[in-house]
């Protein structure tokens, strides 16, 4: 196991590095100059362009991928996307028609939940569209379609390469969406597809953040609760942020969306509580800049990750990591890895097994 590791001293930190090849042999084969191909997609271009709505159904990173997925597809193709944990969405009933499009993501395309609400769509009617990592896999069998997120073999139980390839099988879907739909103008879906080409260069970027995550992640290795707070897409990371940290280190931590924090959340905050604001949304920064100084206020040790504003978070937080611009819509890619390296970093320091997380399975196939 240790030659497999090529020299890492875990899975998850050697799949943490391999998401600039992850990213480009997701992206490889897709574009034709600015436009999307799919060359293997069943669905026509037709039933597609007709799709009334939505819905994204996922279990734990895997969903985390589905609330970024809804932010790309609602913005560029204007189709409402509802997203749902696989486990509530098979029980509850959902309300579909032969023109809702179920979309699943599953990294093992084996997780019980997700089969299971899978075979509950089709026999309601729906044509259900699979994202997955495992050829061959039940998900990737049984769906109508398949676009497989090309991140090769996943060992570590905590997700980390799946689910930068899945964004961005979303992001491509999203965009051919909107080209069938009408809904983007030429130039813009332009200036997507460049931003989306320097993705693996720009992650191959932020890896080198890992001394300075390392730092991070060892001075809150004894703390015993961490907020993750952010707005829109920030909140999506900030879940996945907080996911990978309680996973893997076993510090409790919570996500938080950065305007609830008033509502609730807010009375946690004390002297030293470390909290990781997520701030690469630029018309959200104002409103990201105000929760960091109510929490600054009641003695949060605050990290904040920003891609823009450093004027005005230098001065209001503790630590601020700067990551490389790209279009805020794609920022997810490149803020997740911090928050990957991060929660890395804190289970080493705790002394624990990283790749194989008490209690936690890779692949959870039973109910
Ligand atoms: C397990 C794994 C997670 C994964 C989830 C969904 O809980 O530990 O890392 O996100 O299952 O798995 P899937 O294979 O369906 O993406």
Redesign the pocket.
């Known amino acids: 196991a240790q030659a497999e590791k090529e020299g890492y001293a875990h899975f998850m930190l050697k799949e943490i590095h391999e998401q600039p090849k992850a990213i480009r042999d997701t992206l490889s084969g897709r574009l034709e100059g600015n436009r999307v191909v799919f060359p293997d997609l069943k669905l026509s271009p037709t039933e597609l362009a007709a799709v009334e709505k939505i819905h994204i159904v996922?279990?734990?990173?895997?969903y985390h991928a589905g609330l970024v997925g809804k932010a790309a597809i609602e913005r560029l193709a204007r189709v409402p996307v509802d997203v749902e944990v696989a486990s509530e969405y098979r029980y509850r009933d959902p309300l579909l028609t032969e023109k809702t499009l179920v979309i699943v993501?599953?990294?093992?395309?084996?997780?019980a939940d997700?089969l299971a609400a899978l075979r509950e769509s089709q026999r309601r009617g729906a044509k259900v569209l699979g994202i997955v990592n495992v050829v061959g896999s039940s998900v990737a069998r049984e769906a109508d379609d398949v676009l497989f997120t090309w991140a090769g073999p996943e060992i570590a139980?905590?997700?980390t390469k799946?689910y930068t390839a899945q964004l961005v099988v979303l992001y491509l879907f999203a965009l051919y969406l909107a080209e069938l739909r009408g809904t983007l103008s030429e130039a813009e879906r332009a200036g997507l597809v460049a931003a989306l080409q320097a993705l693996p260069e720009q992650t191959e970027a932020v890896l080198g953040l890992a001394e300075t995550m390392k730092g991070h992640a060892e001075s809150v290795a004894s703390a015993t609760s961490l907020f993750f707070i952010g707005r829109g897409l920030d909140y999506a990371v900030a879940q996945e942020g907080s996911l990978k940290l309680k996973?893997i280190s076993y510090i409790h931590s919570e996500a938080y969306a950065a305007g609830e924090l008033k509502h609730g959340t807010l009375a946690l905050i004390e002297d030293g509580v470390p909290v990781v604001a997520l701030a690469t949304q630029p018309n959200l920064l104002d409103k990201m800049v105000s929760n960091i100084t109510e929490v600054k206020a009641r003695g949060a040790r605050v990290i904040a990750l920003a891609m823009t504003g450093e004027a005005e978070l230098a001065k209001t937080v503790d630590d601020l990591i700067l990551l490389p611009p790209t279009d805020p819509l794609l920022a997810p890619v490149l803020a997740v890895v911090p928050l990957q390296l991060f929660a890395y970093h804190a289970a080493v320091a705790r002394g624990l097994d990283v790749d194989k997380p008490r209690n936690?399975?890779?692949?959870?196939t039973v109910e």
């Open positions: 996922a279990c734990g990173t895997a993501i599953s990294q093992s395309g084996e997780t997700t139980v905590a997700s799946a996973e936690l399975a890779k692949s959870v």
